[in-house]
């Protein structure tokens, strides 16, 4: 978006209705996928042709985790290069999407069973630019980010995702950026060249997570660490899983979900992703 003319006549065209938008849950896997054209990123370009063109996109990262729930709000977010270790050329990556202030004040204010604030601070981390380049190389679509309110439950997660459902119909394409097995300790270094090698237990719950969203089974989802010794080696922490809850959330009757990237890394992370709709 070159200006804020357009950016002014973007906000305006929010107002209609339109198709529903799909909603997604993307494994972002390594920074590294953001420059590399391999089997993910290829899907990712893929997905940005195939699916209507979005108005705006919303992204909640694995990445943003706070002290109650946010949403950027600035006309132009940063590129958050929130890692370290990694080759010169990733952290020179600019991924200059305009911002949506309006859009943001609006979903901020269509909350009712929490306070969400504007932020004007964050910007746009390596959960989402790292996808959202390569759907939309361009950066001529408005992208927000929601932060994950890392002290609340599960269920939480899940039930707020229902109050952004009315954005889908407003032509805003909603990702959840994480890794359904997401265990960094436990990654198979030497094995990183190796494709799909996966231990035991990431295979076994990626087939069980993937077998539970096709059955619609949202409440064992949610109660993942019931699922056993395996659940808790596939998610030693929430963080990289809560965005999956929220896509699960944004799921409506009858919708189909779709896997691609199915694919187990180092070991202990699944690049599985899914799409509804």
Do not use: C
């Amino acid at each position: 978006m070159k200006n804020l003319g357009d950016f002014n006549r973007f906000t305006s065209n929010l107002k209609e209705d339109g198709p529903q938008m799909p909603v997604l849950f993307v494994g972002h896997g390594s920074p590294m996928n953001g420059i590399e054209d391999n089997v993910f990123s290829g899907y990712w370009k893929k997905l940005g042709q195939e699916i209507p063109r979005p108005k705006a996109v919303l992204v909640v990262s694995a990445h943003w985790l706070s002290r109650g729930t946010r949403i950027t709000a600035m006309d132009f977010p940063r590129t958050i290069h929130d890692f370290g270790g990694f080759p010169r050329a990733l952290f020179e990556v600019q991924y200059p999407a305009p911002g949506h202030p309006d859009l943001a004040k609006a979903t901020a204010e269509g909350f009712y069973t929490a306070k969400v604030e504007l932020d004007h601070e964050w910007g746009l981390d390596h959960g989402t630019w790292t996808v959202v380049r390569h759907m939309y190389p361009e950066a001529d679509i408005p992208v927000l980010q929601l932060s994950i309110d890392y002290y609340q439950s599960p269920q939480y997660h899940y039930e707020l995702a229902k109050e952004l459902l009315h954005l889908r119909k407003k032509g805003v394409l909603i990702i959840g950026s994480g890794n359904m097995v997401h265990n960094l300790r436990m990654v198979a270094w030497d094995k990183l060249s190796e494709p799909e090698y996966g231990y035991d237990w990431a295979i076994e719950m990626n087939e069980q997570f993937k077998q539970l969203i096709t059955d619609g089974n949202h409440r064992a989802l949610m109660d993942f660490h019931k699922l056993g010794k395996a659940a808790q080696l596939a998610i030693p922490t929430p963080d990289h899983y809560i965005p999956l809850l929220y896509i699960l959330g944004l799921k409506r009757g009858g919708e189909n979900v779709r896997f691609f990237n199915d694919k187990v890394v180092g070991g202990s992370l699944t690049m599985t992703s899914a799409v509804f709709g």
